[in-house]
């Protein structure tokens, strides 16, 4: 009750200073700031934790409230490991506003729902235009993630585990719906609608970074599988005796073709390793050993190429294998480690023809993507307005 009543006082008090509804009576606004409380108590007991979030919550709540035709406007958030992308998107697919939050670390799943939901409240308030009205947030987000709940299981850059009801928590605490799914999943979507997927019927799309992500449109449309965990074409078995990987079975093509793989690589090298990569080898951040390696190659240091050749051949035996299991009409490749795609795309490409059928081979074009870092805040906002005209 007295969380209720500060929230009437403080909600007014704010009104004074920015009228949402110039038109409507004191009446229509009263009934709305009850109706706005009794869904924001009736979606839980978790109110946002500070004042000025509960304001924000209100005000987003309201705004959203109101009547008529208006431009429809979604949040695509691409959640990774220390950093989060936020963005706004039109309908159409246009991108209208950006920005990078930093991720701090977090103790458990309820301060972490806490700081998410109030970075986005904080976002929607801030960008959202006067005349636009909020479809929802769509969220990407590491590791398995069960569909359309939005459940986490051991979330591999998050420092809790086991089973998370990021959805359902999160949902308590917004003023609009919420949808989550994994990371890649989502940035297949941005590729499909406004990347190098757009009007392609079939294509994989795999992202290479610490590990592989992978997503999977067949028709036109995300193939989720029975649990919404399909996709992960990084643990495709290239060599069954192969290296160790991090998901526990050996030989995936992740275990050569990401961050992980190049750090595989070299610890198996028969070269001296310099200083310098030894030192990252043992403290990271391994996410700059590539950028090195380029380096090295481009001053002349030729031997280093055998590490991208490793990774090249690893990720055409398994392109191999999806052209000759899907049939796709691309293959797109995108990830932090695109960027380094001059080091080992093109024999990635010969291998890939090497280990598949003619045919299938012969119309599926393996290109880079051109949305990079920013699919996933498009594939998640999209995610939104597929979900709304279901
Ligand atoms: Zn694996």
């Given at each position: 009750?007295?969380?209720?009543?500060?929230?009437?006082?403080?909600?007014?008090?704010?009104?004074?200073?920015?009228?949402?509804?110039?038109?409507?009576?004191?009446?229509?606004?009263?009934?709305?700031?009850?109706?706005?409380?009794?869904?924001?108590?009736?979606?839980?007991?978790?109110?946002?934790?500070?004042?000025?979030?509960?304001?924000?919550?209100?005000?987003?709540?309201?705004?959203?409230?109101?009547?008529?035709?208006?431009?429809?406007?979604?949040?695509?958030?691409?959640?990774?490991?220390?950093?989060?992308?936020?963005?706004?998107?039109?309908?159409?697919?246009?991108?209208?506003s950006r920005k990078t939050i930093p991720l701090p670390r977090f103790k458990d799943p309820e301060d972490f729902t806490g700081w998410v939901s109030s970075a986005l409240v904080m976002f929607a308030r801030q960008n959202l235009p006067d005349d636009g009205q909020l479809s929802g947030v769509g969220i990407g987000i590491p590791g398995p993630v069960k569909y359309p709940e939005g459940t986490l299981f051991d979330p591999p850059n998050l420092p809790f585990s086991g089973e998370i009801p990021f959805g359902e928590l999160l949902r308590k605490r917004l003023p609009f719906p919420a949808f989550i799914d994994n990371d890649a999943t989502v940035q297949t979507l941005g590729e499909a609608r406004v990347g190098k997927g757009r009007k392609i019927r079939n294509f994989i799309y795999i992202a290479l970074g610490t590990g592989i992500g992978g997503g999977i449109v067949v028709n036109g449309r995300i193939y989720r599988g029975d649990t919404g965990m399909a996709g992960e074409v990084g643990h495709l078995v290239i060599d069954y005796r192969g290296r160790k990987c991090l998901c526990g079975a050996r030989g995936c093509m992740e275990a050569y073709a990401s961050i992980n793989g190049i750090v595989n690589s070299l610890r198996e090298f028969p070269y001296d390793l310099p200083g310098e990569i030894r030192e990252l080898l043992e403290t990271g951040p391994w996410g700059k050993l590539p950028g090195i390696l380029k380096e090295r190659i481009e001053r002349g240091e030729k031997h280093w190429q055998k590490i991208w050749n490793i990774f090249a051949d690893a990720l055409g035996a398994g392109m191999g294998s999806l052209i000759n299991i899907f049939n796709p009409e691309k293959i797109i490749i995108s990830g932090g480690l695109s960027y380094y795609s001059s080091l080992f795309l093109a024999r990635a490409i010969e291998t890939a023809r090497h280990y598949s059928f003619k045919q299938p081979a012969a119309v599926c074009e393996i290109t880079v993507s051109k949305l990079k870092e920013n699919a996933g805040i498009y594939g998640a906002g999209l995610l939104v307005f597929e979900e709304e005209g279901k």
């Open positions: 009750m007295l969380v209720k009543q500060s929230c009437h006082r403080l909600f007014h008090r704010r009104l004074k200073v920015k009228n949402f509804e110039d038109s409507t009576t004191q009446k229509n606004r009263t009934n709305r700031i009850i109706l706005a409380e009794q869904t924001f108590h009736k979606k839980g007991s978790s109110p946002p934790d500070f004042p000025l979030g509960l304001i924000l919550w209100y005000e987003v709540f309201i705004s959203n409230s109101k009547p008529g035709d208006m431009m429809k406007y979604a949040i695509g958030c691409d959640i990774g490991g220390s950093f989060v992308k936020v963005g706004l998107l039109t309908e159409a697919g246009q991108l209208t």
